[in-house]
């Protein structure tokens, strides 16, 4: 998929799904999503990546340690587990950062040329769902 195609694609795909694109680049998109609960506002940034055709729906949380040994047993069980229920949609761990920390990320791949509007809502609520449900469990830990 060309730059201007992937830029065009998501263009229409937010118009038609009625979401809002924050940033828009030939090979990126930035989301964001808020939500309310707990007595508490938050938001969530949804990243779309396109590598070759395959969109990368990615949300990063607020988890993050520079080793990847420090991460906690219960946070990371919690992934595994998500992981074996999900069809479709993954708990990973992201380095490579500036920062040089490794963070725990949700990530949902997806063919860019076969998403529909509904799909694209779809992946991209989903993807900031989970990530601000599991922020608001480690929270109450």
């Not at 047993?73 to 992981?83: G, H, P, R």
């Amino acid at each position: 998929m060309s730059a201007s195609s992937f830029k065009n694609r998501i263009e229409l795909l937010a118009h038609q799904s009625g979401l809002n694109v924050a940033e828009l680049t030939s090979d990126a998109a930035k989301l964001t999503f808020s939500f309310n609960g707990d007595g508490a506002q938050t938001s969530q940034t949804v990243w779309i990546k396109d590598y070759d055709g395959t969109w990368e729906f990615s949300c990063l949380s607020f988890v993050k340690y520079q080793d990847t040994d420090d991460f906690p047993k219960f946070i990371l069980i919690y992934a595994l587990s998500q992981n074996s229920r999900n069809k479709r949609g993954f708990w990973c761990l992201e380095g490579g950062y500036s920062s040089g920390n490794t963070y725990l990320e949700y990530m949902d791949n997806h063919n860019g040329d076969l998403m529909t509007s509904d799909e694209f809502h779809r992946t991209c609520w989903n993807a900031a769902r989970r990530v601000d449900t599991f922020e608001r469990m480690v929270v109450k830990a």
